[in-house]
């Protein structure tokens, strides 16, 4: 039986993900002990299920909002959870089974090796990825390089990554953003800016079709709409901040 960490949990948020959940909430068990689900106001009747595996795996915690509050908000209510108790680290994936469970282990000990940095999954795609996604994503990663004077993001979309719990939720509590789809590219940003260093693997994705199982809540105008909004404010943020960004960047380098 796998030892329960004591200070990194898996924490995997959820919202209407189909029975697609089930086996990525079982393939993260396999490679972690503890595995923290945070429902997310789901209404596809996976509540039930998913309370009913945590019941009978002690090294399952289910967590249930009532109401949809958004990727980012559930992300940070399972944080303050897992502050409380005691934790240090979490590695987020999403409940869809795109995120390779089987990095998990290769994740969690880069971040005991570096407890400081964040370890940021830089996505491998195969045939299944759908082109539009990724050359979009390409842009994105684009600004969020800028806006940190290239310190080294390797992918600012993908949501396979180790934080440190206590600087993320100090960004977070800070401002009101970072609730929903922008949740991944702006915490990577606002982590820089804090001096925490991204640490890239890589770590391949799927994208499951219909037929087996998968969905996409992406909606490409809106969502797109809330990046171009969330680097809009990251650039004003950037330019603020030039000065000491660049003191930084310098110091590091002599």
């Given amino acids: 039986m796998m030892n329960p960490s004591t200070t990194h949990l898996v924490l995997i948020p959820s919202y209407n993900p189909g029975a697609q959940v089930y086996a990525t909430v079982r393939a993260a068990r396999q490679y972690w002990h503890p595995v923290w689900v945070v429902i997310d106001g789901s209404t596809d009747g996976t509540v039930a299920g998913l309370q009913a595996m945590a019941r009978e795996d002690n090294g399952l915690r289910v967590i249930h909002l009532p109401h949809n509050q958004g990727k980012g908000a559930a992300v940070l209510h399972g944080l ?3 502050a409380a108790a005691g934790y240090t680290h979490a590695l987020t994936m999403d409940s869809d089974g795109q ?3 089987d990095r998990i282990p290769v994740f969690m ?3 005991a090796h570096q407890p400081g940095a964040m370890i940021l999954g830089v996505p491998m795609f195969d045939a299944s990825a759908p082109s539009l996604r990724v050359k979009g994503r390409q842009v994105s990663n684009w600004w969020a390089n800028l806006e940190t004077l290239w310190a080294g993001i390797g992918d600012s979309l993908f949501g396979f990554r180790v934080y440190p719990i206590t600087p993320l939720r100090a960004v977070m509590r800070r401002q ?3 609730r929903h789809f922008d949740f991944d590219p702006e915490a990577v940003v606002r982590l820089c800016w804090r001096g925490v260093p991204p640490v890239n693997l890589p770590a391949p994705v799927r994208y499951l079709s219909m ?3 998968g969905v996409s809540h992406f909606r490409y105008l809106r969502d797109n709409v ?18 000491l960004l660049l003191v930084r960047r310098i110091g590091g380098q002599s």
């Fill in 226 to 243: 809330l990046l171009t909004w969330m680097h809009t404010r990251l650039f004003i943020g950037f330019v603020l901040r030039l000065p």
């Fill in 80 to 82: 303050d959870l897992a």
């Fill in 99 to 101: 995120h390779p469970a």
């Fill in 211 to 213: 037929e087996e199982g």
């Fill in 109 to 111: 000990a880069e971040s």
């Fill in 176 to 178: 009101p953003w970072m």
